[in-house]
């Protein structure tokens, strides 16, 4: 089959969406709201945003069994667990030391996929992953609280982290099934919902906000879960869960760079160390992942 285009570079499209995510705890930090209601309304007003390019059509074609409907049950609700544990974490610890427990996600992930998927990391993938760990690690060295209420916090934050692993491999077992498009509707609805079951147990006021607020709201809803979340599930397909996993591990050295260049915090000489092992390991990760992905797509495209 002859083909004169090539498809996008999903790794170009990996880098646009932790870029994303990586501003949601700048935007986390900087408000008062309830996390629970702030992640509600995030979501909600994504399934908003998203409806009118839904392929629903697609549904009627679909090849799901009950087992596979059940995965992405679960999806949603692993997703609104994350949602609710990690963006509480952030009232009780510091972002570094929250997204350094988020960054073992690649760890959880890997051995999930080995254990669902049989998938096998080889040793350069696992030389990679631990250097960039151990980068992440080095970035919030100065920064990680040892308080009671910062242990709170990281406890929530593991949490958060355990059940966005568990999203990530679930999305992974049914992306060949069904529309990525149809699926994130399905899983930020669900996830919406079970912020909205806590915030309604806890007696958290659904309504009463600012204008600020609501446009905090918009904000979480369009950069970092639209061109954030929304692109890592079209990239699970093609990726899965593990690259995508990795990719996570970048975003405490964007979220450094954008407080540097925005807010002109001074750059550590811990996260500078940090921040350079974590790209070497990134980096490195990535170049043989795109090498593989740049020669399996030519061949396809020359046949």
């Given amino acids: 089959m002859n083909k004169s285009l090539y498809?996008?570079?999903?790794?170009m499209l990996l880098f646009i969406s932790i870029?994303?995510?990586?501003?949601?705890?700048?935007?986390?930090?900087?408000?008062?709201?309830p996390t629970s209601v702030a992640g509600m309304y995030r979501l909600f007003i994504t399934v908003i945003l998203m409806l009118p390019f839904v392929?629903?059509?697609?549904?009627?074609n679909l090849k799901m069994s009950k087992k596979d409907w059940s995965v992405v049950l679960l999806a949603g609700l692993f997703l609104g667990l994350h949602f609710l544990f990690w963006m509480e974490?952030?009232?009780?610890?510091?972002?570094?030391?929250?997204?350094?427990?988020?960054?073992?996600?690649?760890?959880?992930v890997m051995v999930g996929s080995y254990f669902?998927?049989?998938?096998?990391?080889?040793?350069?993938?696992?030389?990679?992953?631990?250097?960039?760990?151990?980068?992440?690690?080095?970035?919030?060295?100065?920064?990680?609280?040892?308080?009671?209420?910062a242990l709170i916090g990281d406890g929530l934050s593991l949490l958060g982290t355990i059940a966005v692993s568990a999203y990530m491999l679930a999305g992974q077992k049914v992306s060949h099934k069904i529309d990525a498009n149809v699926y994130s509707?399905?899983?930020?609805?669900?996830?919406?919902?079970?912020?909205?079951?806590?915030?309604?147990?806890?007696?958290?006021?659904?309504?009463?906000?600012?204008?600020?607020?609501w446009m905090y709201f918009?904000?979480?809803?369009?950069?970092?879960?639209?061109?954030?979340?929304l692109l890592i599930n079209l990239l699970l397909k093609s990726l899965g869960a593990t690259t995508l996993?990795?990719?996570?591990?970048?975003?405490?050295v964007l979220a450094i760079i954008l407080a540097f260049v925005f807010l002109g915090e001074i750059i550590s000489l811990f996260q500078f160390i940090g921040g350079m092992m974590t790209v070497l390991g990134m980096g490195v990760y990535f170049w043989a992942k795109s090498l593989r992905y740049t020669t399996s797509n030519v061949s396809e495209y020359r046949t």
């Avoid at 990795?246 to 975003?251: L, R």
């Fill in 218 to 229: 918009l904000l979480l809803a369009i950069i970092p879960t639209i061109f954030g979340q």
């Fill in 185 to 213: 509707v399905i899983v930020f609805f669900l996830a919406g919902s079970v912020l909205l079951i806590y915030s309604l147990f806890n007696h958290i006021s659904l309504t009463g906000y600012n204008t600020s607020d």
């Fill in 19 to 33: 870029l994303s995510i990586s501003i949601s705890s700048i935007l986390i930090k900087s408000s008062e709201t």
């Fill in 55 to 60: 392929p629903w059509k697609s549904l009627r």
């Fill in 245 to 252: 996993s990795v990719g996570i591990i970048g975003e405490p």
């Fill in 89 to 108: 974490s952030l009232v009780h610890t510091s972002v570094a030391s929250s997204m350094v427990i988020l960054s073992l996600q690649p760890l959880f």
């Fill in 116 to 149: 669902i998927f049989k998938e096998r990391a080889n040793m350069v993938t696992i030389l990679c992953m631990v250097t960039a760990l151990a980068g992440s690690v080095i970035i919030a060295w100065g920064d990680i609280g040892v308080s009671r209420e």
């Fill in 7 to 11: 498809p996008p570079h999903p790794y």
